[in-house]
């Protein structure tokens, strides 16, 4: 892979290099969240400051046709070790010749339509500690070849090495009475984090409406446990197989969405699940350029409370608006209700405006709202927090 | 019996066995609706006319913001000698003038002997009253004041006439607005004014006109019609019913369905607030007429039944069960005719419209309750057999139809075509004093005061200057002079009130009346000083204020003109509009405004409105068609029926009458449901023919024609004669309205009687012979549809005044984007700099790429570098020609591509002024067009087009478009909002060639005028023909920008 990364920068310098740019940027961010209650499991305190810093390389030319990548990803936590961490999210070429596209290295695809839950999206792994709503990807290493035609593109991935979700420490956290120790992980295929995994996807459009098809064979992402003592536990991950759906269809100003997966994976039965839903935008309300969404989707898991989400049968109720002024302020707004007892479940609660070129704050809330015990989320019962940042982009 | 007739078979044995009740509860429910008769006020103000948002009102409320108000009252007088400068008159003037200041709400008055004569006794300005003491006047004198008075400008023409046989007051009026008793009260007590002065000093004739006197003529004229039109309707219905029923208790119990109808919808009117204004006022009419025609079918179907030994109870039920549909649909169809009224932009139709509906479905409930109810209450005795006598020939008359039926096909779609051609040729005239005709005392001393005094139709031009007080710069003054003398010399310009006449007059006073000085000041400070001098000197309520703005920085000229009409005065207002900016400084740019331009404008803004109004009905009533029906064919089929009418009463029209008003925008959505009722009930009788009688096309013509001839022509001349009895309105507006929707509805007659049978014949015949011979038929069929559906595009293409400047705004749009062709793909680098009100500064920087794509619209991708947050964030755009784009977000942080609604079109760009709609591809088929004027500047030679977004999501209703002619580039663009105000101009700067021939600008300015933000679209590094292609613009290709 590094052979292959030298070469391309080895073809940069040989190819007429015309419309060649290169860019450094990123972004330096300093959050805190705020607790307001103890944790349960002696992870008690209140405050949690955390130090972000993602900068970004670029390298494009033969008129941004060919591109390498360069993102490394460093977290500093004050309170959890495992939650301080380092990550290249990105270190790739992308090749576009032709009808072919082909992309090399550690990279990060994103399949999907909805927003509350990103189903059918499967090829990078979680990083759980940065935020436990599964938005935040680890850089997964692939190569993967695009081949588009007038009847869709049909794309291929190879991913030659997996990557483990990442969980809290004993200090942190979003954790049960047992810490999760991933040094004691175990594979159930005995090419371990070295398999190779494979998908395949075919996607396309039709006037207002957009359909993708996936096909996915490897290292099942969401992890199985296993006691290995009174205190720890160790994830298990499975070999599956995973088919999905994600379509959306524009209707005016309705988007439909639909995202499906059949998951036939070992330690459990073969399963379907989907998050199907709506958004709809009254756009530029009264000429002031205010956009209002309504957005519900239902969330439903046929493996009930055995699901590894926090979510089996919920309906997401949800707002996003956004002002659509100079500093583009934007608050997103939601909650997730229990379908079998009415009860909300979580609450979130997002904001964010720019303050000038180069900041933007931005504050979350995560609240957690007396979880049923049989709930996924019953562990984390103590865990709603503030969060508030800053980010500094160059 | 199938089901639905059912419905009126049950109510009919529940109306039969409780007759009392049933009028006791009917007769409440109208009355209690009726009560509201009590509160139906008028509106008497002609700005009633005009929606709240009509730019014409706006513009011409503002000018009246600056300045004084122009509602004012003209007293004229004509001394029967024809000399007004004689002692006896001056006496009467002096007098009437003083009273004048009496007249309620009267701010300022204005006549002979109290104008403002100023002169120079050594260094001083004397201002005083032009006559002071008229009992002490000398002949030479009065040569003196009549010397004066001819020569000031300001009088000539306007309060004097130049024989010197008429006068006038002119009266400004404030009103309050706070009660519709405001202007009959000055109105009345301008007449006892005059009538007392007219005893007094029996030398004079006194005439009243000006606004006020016409917004009491609306008052007047709507009164007129409620206490005219209603008598001469219902004596009119006596007579018809006695005729056709034959029976004096059918003529009592029709009576009472309709008066009670009438009385329900106008206190409905009353309840819901809504005001009598002449359009409003022919509702009772309207209703009587309608409500007529509900009671006509039962009571005939009834007394039918009876005929034949029927029991009365059960000839009851048999008429309910036969009628109830057709009457419930019938007066459905025609409430929506009536609704769709609401569409027009202005008030008083949604009036009309709004009440005949309410009375129309109330006449449709007490049909259906009230009248049964009576008969079965009423001695009636049985009629003799009536036998049904028009059979034979009906049958006869079908029978030639069928026969002949490609003749009649073709003679009836030529004829449309042939009238449809003329639909065109009608000439628009909205001259407001001719809307009253000459019962009406308004029309008449209007008319008089046209002849003999001045003009009434005016327009106002509000001169900035740019600066405060710059009223007093000498080149301000010598434009405006410019101007006021270039209007003079224009056709149809009978008077010109400016400043500068004053000025002139003060600089020649100052140089002791020097003739050779009646010229404007030299210097500004001299001017200054003038206009502070006579201000100082002039009496409270005689200032300046109507004529220059507080601010002393603009100034109001006013051009009145002799009696033209309306296309006339379009023509000059384009004309002076452009003079002003051909040869004056953008400050007095200004476009003109006056009650005779808001009345100017309001056929084409109607006609526009309605256009919706009327295809939403017509398409609602297919709809019902469609569903009663129960056939899609025969639904499609009653489309032709239901069209033709209209063309060939408005072609008719215009070959014998060729004038009208703007009555003509709403006559089609008032017939529409009434003509339909023809289709209706012929097609009806048809397809049950066809259905459960199993005849053949020919059998089933003649079964309709036997079964509803006759009562179709019944039904259709008793509507004709009660739409005929508006013609007896005093209204214009209204006569014109009665007399089409009359015309329209004869001419539906006959077109049901001959085109839809031979139609039905032709196509049904054609279905026959598909079955014999399947080939031959389907093309037949083919042939058949294609020629019908050709011919009705014709007759539409035709009938919709596609006028030579649409297609020559058409033409400009297509020549831009042919000389856009061919660039095949370019790229730019874009800042975009954004300022509020408080002038703070923010930038986005992004690159823009384009990929011309051929016979569709173009293809982009934008990628912000700037603000960093969203560096990386790009969007895609497919652009289409026809229907809504394809759009595509890009989110670097989380590698989505989100596809996104291109609905929003309206919302801002990233915060800009810019709507994604204004960034987008400009496609020649987004717009519709119209073509304004050719502009020529001394250095570019354009044209000026308006555009009208054609996808109802776009935030705009019209942009204007300044195009330059020599190498068809866009240089400004004008945005009208929703409501049709201006919301933001675009201004292209810097055009540059560039090498392969195509021009672009450095800079693309946006400034949102309701805001007071703008918006710069900087461009640098154009590149055009790059090495990128249709692959470069893709969802992944997104994925690699950052």
Do not use: Q, V
């Given at each position: 892979m590094k052979k292959l990364i030298a070469l391309s920068f080895l073809s940069l310098m040989t190819s007429q290099t015309i419309a060649q740019e290169f860019t450094f940027s990123g972004v330096a961010k300093g959050e805190v969240r705020y607790f307001p209650e103890e944790g349960k499991y002696g992870n008690t305190e209140k405050l949690q400051p955390s130090f972000v810093i993602e900068p970004q390389a670029m390298y494009s030319w033969d008129n941004d046709r060919q591109v390498t990548t360069v993102i490394p990803y460093l977290r500093v936590d004050e309170q959890d070790n495992e939650r301080t961490h380092f990550d290249l999210r990105e270190m790739s070429y992308v090749g576009a010749f032709n009808n072919i596209e082909t992309r090399i290295g550690v990279s990060k695809v994103f399949w999907g339509v909805t927003e509350s839950y990103h189903l059918v999206d499967v090829i990078n792994q979680s990083d759980f500690v940065d935020n436990i709503d599964g938005e935040d990807k680890l850089g997964q290493p692939m190569v993967n070849l695009s081949y588009l035609t007038d009847y869709g593109t049909f794309t291929g991935f190879a991913l030659p090495y997996f990557r483990e979700r990442t969980f809290s420490g004993s200090e942190g956290r979003f954790r049960g009475p047992l810490v999760v120790n991933t040094d004691k992980v175990q594979y159930m295929h005995v090419d371990g984090q070295n398999h190779t995994d494979y998908a395949l996807r075919w996607s396309h459009y039709f006037g207002d409406f957009e359909l993708g098809l996936s096909y996915f064979n490897g290292t099942n992402r969401d992890p199985f446990f296993k006691a290995i003592s009174s205190t720890e536990i160790a994830p298990i991950y499975t070999q599956m197989e995973q088919y999905s759906i994600d379509s959306q269809y524009i209707y005016e100003n309705w988007l439909l969405k639909t995202e499906m997966i059949v998951r036939d994976s070992q330690l459990e039965q073969r399963f379907f699940s989907t998050v199907t839903g709506f958004e709809y935008t009254f756009s530029n309300i009264k000429q002031t350029g205010l956009d209002v969404g309504v957005l519900a989707e239902w969330l439903y898991d046929e493996r009930g409370t055995k699901t590894q989400t926090p979510f089996y049968d919920h309906t997401f109720i949800g707002t996003r608006i956004a002002l659509n002024d100079v500093k583009s302020t934007e608050i997103l707004a939601g909650m997730f209700v229990n379908n079998h007892d009415m009860s909300l479940t979580s609450y979130r609660i997002e904001a964010e405006r720019r303050i000038n070129e180069n900041w933007k704050w931005e504050v979350n809330a995560n609240i957690i709202h007396e979880p049923a015990p049989v709930s996924g989320l019953y562990l984390y019962e103590k865990d709603s927090y503030i969060e508030a940042s800053i980010s500094f982009y160059w | 019996m199938n089901k639905r007739e059912n419905y009126g078979a049950r109510l009919a044995k529940i109306v039969i066995s409780n007759p009392l009740k049933t009028i006791f509860f009917s007769i409440l429910l109208a009355l209690s609706l009726g009560s509201g008769v009590t509160k139906i006020t008028m509106n008497s103000d002609?700005?009633?006319?005009?929606?709240?948002?009509n730019p014409q009102r706006l513009a011409f409320e503002k000018l009246q913001n600056v300045y004084a108000k122009d509602d004012g009252l003209l007293i004229v007088l004509s001394p029967k000698d024809k000399n007004v400068f004689t002692k006896k008159t001056m006496i009467a003037l002096k007098e009437i003038t003083e009273r004048s200041w009496k007249i309620p709400f009267s701010t300022r008055v204005d006549s002979l002997t109290n104008f403002q004569h100023t002169k120079a006794i050594e260094d001083d300005l004397i201002v005083a009253d032009l006559v002071k003491d008229p009992k002490s006047l000398t002949q030479t004198e009065l040569q003196e004041i009549q010397k004066i008075a001819l020569a000031e400008p300001l009088l000539a023409n306007r309060i004097i006439n130049p024989d010197s046989s008429v006068t006038a007051l002119n009266i400004k009026l404030s009103f309050p607005g706070n009660s519709p008793e405001e202007v009959p009260s000055v109105a009345k007590y301008a007449r006892e004014l005059t009538a007392e002065f007219e005893e007094k000093y029996p030398h004079l004739e006194f005439r009243l006109s000006g606004l006020a006197m016409m917004n009491n003529a609306f008052n007047e004229a709507a009164m007129n019609d409620m206490s005219t039109l209603t008598p001469i309707m219902y004596a009119v219905i006596l007579l018809i019913m006695a005729v056709l029923l034959k029976s004096g208790m059918a003529v009592l119990a029709t009576l009472n369905v309709i008066f009670f109808s009438v009385v329900a919808g106008m206190g409905a009117a009353g309840l819901f607030g809504i005001p009598i204004t002449p359009p409003s006022s022919i509702a009772p009419t309207v209703i009587l007429t309608l409500a007529i025609a509900d009671s006509i079918h039962i009571l005939k179907s009834i007394l039918y039944s009876m005929s034949l030994g029927h029991s009365k109870k059960d000839s009851i039920i048999e008429a309910m069960a036969a009628n109830f549909t057709p009457v419930f649909l019938t007066s459905f169809t025609t409430a929506i005719g009536f609704l769709s009224l609401n569409f027009s932009d202005t008030p008083p139709f949604h009036d009309l419209g709004n009440i005949t509906a309410m009375g129309v479905t109330m006449a449709f409930v007490l049909s259906v309750t009230l009248l049964p109810a009576l008969v079965t209450l009423m001695p009636f005795r049985q009629p003799k057999k009536i036998v049904k006598s028009g059979s034979p020939f009906a049958v006869k008359f079908a029978d030639w139809i069928v026969d002949h039926k490609k003749g009649v096909l073709f003679t009836t779609l030529f004829t449309t075509v042939f009238l449809a051609v003329q639909i065109p040729k009608i000439q628009l005239n909205d001259q407001f004093v001719n809307y009253f005709d000459k019962s009406i005392e308004f029309r008449n001393h209007t008319d008089y005061v046209m002849e003999n005094?001045?003009?009434i139709y005016q327009l106002n031009y509000d001169l900035?200057?740019?600066?405060?007080?710059?009223?007093?710069n000498p080149a301000y003054l010598s434009k405006v002079e410019e101007f006021s003398n270039w209007l003079r010399a224009q056709p149809h310009v009978i008077h010109v009130s400016t400043v500068t006449d004053i000025f002139k007059r003060l600089n020649k006073n100052m140089h002791a009346?020097?003739?050779?000085?009646?010229?404007?000041?030299?210097s500004r400070e001299l001017a200054a000083q003038y206009l502070l001098l006579y201000e100082m000197s002039l009496p409270y309520g005689l200032d300046l204020n109507n004529q220059i703005n507080v601010d002393k920085d603009s100034t109001r000229v006013i051009a009145t003109f002799s009696n033209v009409e309306t296309k006339d005065l379009l023509s000059s207002n384009t004309k002076i509009e452009q003079w002003l900016r051909d040869?004056?400084?953008?400050?007095?740019h200004t476009l003109g405004s006056s009650p005779a331009i808001m009345f100017s404008y309001i056929t084409e803004r109607n006609v526009k409105a309605m256009a919706w109004g009327t295809l939403l009905a017509f398409l609602l009533i297919t709809g019902v068609l469609i569903v009663s029906l129960r056939s899609f064919k025969y639904g499609l089929i009653s489309l032709l029926p239901n069209i033709i009418p209209a063309i060939l009463a408005f072609g008719i029209w215009s070959l014998v009458v060729g004038t009208a008003g703007f009555a003509i925008a709403i006559v089609s959505s008032v017939t529409i449901g009434i003509v339909v009722d023809d289709t209706v009930h012929f097609l009806s009788k048809y397809v049950r023919a066809r259905r459960e009688k199993g005849l053949s096309t020919k059998e089933a013509i003649e079964y309709s024609f036997s079964t509803v001839g006759s009562a179709l022509i019944v039904t259709s001349v008793v509507l004709s004669i009660g739409f005929s009895i508006l013609m007896f309105s005093a209204f214009k507006m209204n006569v014109t309205l009665g007399a089409l929707s009359a015309l329209t509805i004869i001419v539906a007659l006959i077109a049901d009687f001959t085109f839809l049978p031979a139609l039905l014949a032709v196509v049904d015949e054609k279905e026959k012979e598909k079955s014999n011979i399947k080939n031959k038929g389907d093309k037949m069929k083919l042939k058949n549809a294609v020629a019908s559906i050709a011919i009705v595009a014709l007759a539409f293409g035709l009938g919709s005044t596609v006028k030579a400047e649409e297609n020559k705004g058409l033409w400009v749009a297509t020549q831009i984007d042919i000389t856009n062709e061919g660039f095949v793909n370019q790229t730019a680098n874009v800042k975009m700099v954004l300022l509020n009100k408080q002038g703070q500064k923010s930038t986005r920087q992004m690159k823009i790429k384009t990929l011309e794509v051929k016979e569709d619209g173009d293809k982009s991708l934008t990628i912000f570098k700037t603000p960093r947050d969203v560096k990386g964030t790009s969007f895609l755009s497919f652009s289409h020609a026809v229907g809504s784009d394809d759009q595509w977000l890009y989110l670097p942080a989380l590698k989505r591509v989100k596809r996104i609604s291109s609905n929003n079109k309206s919302g801002p760009f990233m915060g800009s002024e810019f709507a994604y709609e204004d960034i987008s591809s400009q496609e020649v088929e987004k717009y519709s067009y119209e073509y304004i004027s050719t502009e020529s500047k001394v250095s570019v030679k354009g044209h000026i087009i308006e555009r009208y977004p054609v996808d109802k999501n776009s935030g705009y209703t019209k942009q204007i478009v300044w195009v330059n002619e020599e190498n068809w580039t866009i240089q400004k663009i004008e945005f009208y909002d929703r409501k049709e105000s201006l919301l933001k101009t675009l201004n292209y700067i810097g055009y540059k060639k560039y090498q392969n021939g195509k021009w672009r600008p450095d800079e693309m300015h946006m400034k949102n005028h309701q805001t007071g933000k703008s918006t710069s679209l900087v461009w640098n590094d154009y590149k055009f023909n790059q090495d990128i292609s249709d692959r470069d613009f893709n969802k992944n290709s997104l994925k690699r920008l950052r």
């Open positions: - | 002609y700005r009633y006319f005009f929606g709240e948002d005094l001045t003009g900035g200057s740019g600066e405060s007080g710059g009223i007093s009346d020097r003739e050779e000085f009646y010229s404007l000041p030299t040869n004056a400084p953008a400050t007095m």
